[in-house]
């Protein structure tokens, strides 16, 4: 079993940058996939980035590609969220998320229901 904290979210100005941690208890982090999603106010929880168990691949949604970097640190039981220009629709609860696996597929990384684990969320508000 996972458990999960994250950590790091914030009210920043549209164009600002935040980055969010997520820390991981037990000893077999480097054995799941992990992710971002996020949640804005009366929408559904959304994906927004992963990672693969050794951080050689990652995946992003088209909305937050090239702006956001996902990455992971598989010593400290940490994985990372960095968030560039950021923009007031990026406004949401982002909540970290493990999974156990498997993945067959690119796109299946996005799939909410494969993950196993979530963490409580932290708050990005991003004002214009």
């Known amino acids: 079993q996972v458990q999960l904290v994250e950590s790091g979210g914030g009210l920043v100005q549209a164009g600002g940058s935040l980055r969010l941690s997520c820390a991981a208890s037990g000893r077999t982090f480097s054995s799941y996939v992990m992710g971002w999603f996020r949640q804005a106010p009366g929408k559904e929880r959304e994906f927004v980035a992963a990672?693969?168990?050794?951080?050689?691949?990652?995946y992003y949604a088209d909305s937050v590609k090239g702006r956001f970097t996902i990455s992971r640190d598989n010593a400290k039981n940490m994985v990372y969220l960095q968030m560039n220009s950021l923009k007031p629709e990026d406004t949401a609860v982002y909540y970290c998320?493990?999974?156990?696996?498997?993945?067959?597929?690119?796109?299946?990384?996005?799939?909410?229901?494969?993950?196993?684990?979530w963490g409580q969320g932290t708050q990005v508000t991003v004002s214009s």
């Open positions: 998320g493990a999974a156990a696996g498997p993945f067959y597929s690119g796109s299946s990384y996005q799939n909410i229901k494969k993950y196993d684990y």
């Open positions: 990672i693969s168990r050794n951080g050689s691949s990652t």
